[in-house]
C-alpha cells in the first residue's frame, strides 16, 4: 500500500501560479510513475502530467509550456508547478502513483480554483 498527502491548492488569479506537492509514504519501492490528474464538475478525470523513475515526462496538450512537473526520487515526492493558470484549469487535483504491479494509488485531492 501507497499512502499520498497532497498540498499546495488554492485560489489564485488567471495568470497566476500555484505549486502542488504530494509526499508518499508505505510501499515507496514499489512506486514507478507519479503524476497528477484533475477533475472539474461535470467531468471526466484527466491526465494532466505523469514522471516516470527515469524522468520521463507526459503533459496534457491544454497544459504543455505552463505546466512543469518533477520528482524526488529520494523523498518519493511529486510535484506540479502550474504557471499562467486559467479559469479552465479549476479543477480538484488527485496524485497517483502507478507501482511497478501496475497498482494505482491515489491522494485525497485537493482544490484549485482559478478566478478570471
Known amino acids: 500500500q501507497v499512502h499520498l498527502v497532497e498540498s499546495g491548492g488554492g485560489l489564485v488569479q488567471a495568470g497566476g501560479s500555484l505549486r502542488l506537492s504530494c509526499a508518499a509514504s508505505?510501499?515507496?519501492?514499489?512506486?514507478?510513475?507519479m503524476g497528477w490528474y484533475r477533475q472539474a464538475p461535470g467531468s471526466q478525470r484527466e491526465l494532466v502530467a505523469s514522471i516516470t523513475r527515469d524522468g520521463s515526462t507526459n503533459y496534457a496538450d491544454s497544459v504543455k509550456g505552463r505546466f512543469t512537473i518533477s520528482r524526488d526520487n529520494v523523498r518519493y515526492t511529486v510535484s506540479l508547478q502550474m504557471n499562467s493558470l486559467k479559469p479552465e484549469d479549476t479543477a480538484v487535483y488527485y496524485c497517483?502513483?502507478?507501482?511497478?504491479?501496475?497498482?494505482?494509488?491515489w491522494g485525497q485531492g485537493t482544490q484549485v480554483t482559478v478566478s478570471s
Open positions: 497517483y502513483v502507478r507501482a511497478w504491479s501496475s497498482a494505482d494509488y
Open positions: 508505505g510501499s515507496i519501492f514499489s512506486i514507478n510513475a
